[in-house]
């Protein structure tokens, strides 16, 4: 029952991430586009430009200030409950999914760390984390942008190889994940929301705002619009084991991360020229290198007998089938995960490709190995799968 229980509060913990997460980032792509195809031409007095839209059968008409309407409205919507939602449930679904049992994703099968310190380790270095990205911001790197992000990505990446050589290479990436939502969080908490504040207290004092305040929280907007898509690319990443299962898992994150980047530039400015276009196409051909250079080795065939479909079923009903039955005795899991069963010889046959993915490319299956799946059963697999495919 408590495994039942437990799989309904991780369901609805990520789908109410996933909802968050959808109304923060929507909410900073309509901004960011909003602001970019502003009529500023010949604006009316203290406006900075307008916009026409059409939505939904009705006709919208947008205007932005300068810096404020002559009388400030009885009601001002402030855009920040979707980024603390986003990150307060984010953390609830780390602690669900990784620190409630750290074995089982956070830690790689075989770990000497102690799972206390790889909770510990995780939560701190998103402090940490959050610490150095804000005094970066705030040194002199602030005033020239290019620089500033150039030294972020590369932090980030340096973040992705650390964790990679302590955790599993899904515990790496959400960690990963989980470092930019907290960076994004802080900026909305710590600097946006404080500008807005200061100056819409400012306008109403009837002071002249301090300019240098919009600003700062301009570029941390910025930043976070540009964080987006490598986090969704995270949100997802654990459908792919051939990413986070690779032996660079890190290298592989920094690649997508840097291809989402160039894409994301694009569509923020192609409302000035096309310049940036060619990021799309590149985007393209460099996840086919990605798919390319990630593929798992074709290692030839050792010259043995075949193998068994009797040695195979052994060994998954040994080492899989606690888990991936229609009744696991795995207390870890009321139904089988990913609606996977290997109860029939049917089911383990049609499983085969999933099967070599996940326990022989990967090797991340078991979970954290805690049923003891040894290299020779892997090799052993591997040739059954491959004589089924050589048999087809």
């Known amino acids: ?16 991430h996933m909802i968050f997460g959808i109304a923060w980032i929507g909410a900073s792509f309509y901004f960011v586009w909003l602001e970019n195809h502003l009529d500023r031409r010949a604006p009316r007095d203290g406006l900075a430009g307008d916009l026409w839209a059409i939505h939904g059968g009705g006709i919208y008409h947008l205007e932005k200030y300068q810096l404020a309407p002559p009388q400030m409205p009885e009601k001002l919507h402030w855009f920040k409950w979707e980024a603390y939602s986003t990150w307060l449930s984010g953390v609830a679904l780390l ?29 701190g270095s998103l402090a940490l984390g959050w610490l150095v990205y804000d005094r970066l911001c705030d040194s002199p790197l602030g005033r020239q942008p290019l620089l500033l992000g150039s030294v972020l990505f590369v932090l980030l990446v340096a973040a992705a190889w650390g964790y990679s050589q302590l955790f599993s290479g899904r515990g790496a990436y959400l960690h990963v994940g989980a470092l930019i939502g907290t960076i994004m969080v802080g900026n909305v908490l710590r600097t946006i929301m404080p500008a807005q504040r200061a100056l819409v207290a400012a306008i109403e004092a009837g002071r002249t705002p301090d300019p240098a305040l919009p600003a700062k929280g301009l570029l941390r ?69 990605l798919a390319f250079v990630s593929a798992p080795r074709q290692e030839p065939p050792a010259a043995s007998t075949a193998v068994e479909f009797s040695q195979v079923q052994t ?17 870890l899991f009321a139904s089988a995960p990913a609606g996977v069963m290997f109860d029939s010889p049917a089911q383990i046959r049609q499983q085969a490709a999933r099967i070599k993915a996940q326990a022989v490319d990967s090797r991340i299956m078991p979970l954290g ?18 004589e089924q495919t050589q048999a087809k």
């Open 1 to 16: 029952m408590a495994a039942h229980l437990l799989e309904w509060l991780n369901l609805a913990v990520r789908w109410s």
């Open 95 to 123: 602690t669900l999914v990784f620190y409630l049992e750290p074995r089982l994703y956070l830690l790689a099968p075989g770990s000497d760390l102690a799972p206390w310190l790889a909770v510990v380790i995780g939560l």
């Open 221 to 289: 907007s910025r930043h976070n619009n540009y964080f987006t898509l490598p986090v969704l690319f995270i949100m997802i990443s654990s459908h792919f084991p051939s990413t986070y299962g690779s032996a660079w898992n890190w290298l592989i994150l920094a690649a997508i991360a840097a291809l989402s980047i160039g894409v994301r530039h694009y569509f923020n400015t192609r409302h000035r020229s096309q310049q940036f276009a060619w990021t799309l196409p590149a985007a393209a051909l460099g996840m086919l290198c």
């Open 315 to 331: 060994l998954i009903a040994q080492r899989c089938a606690s888990c991936h039955s229609a009744r696991p005795s795995s207390p």
């Open 369 to 386: 190995n805690l049923t003891q799946m040894t290299e020779a059963e892997r090799a052993l697999l591997g040739r059954w799968i491959a």
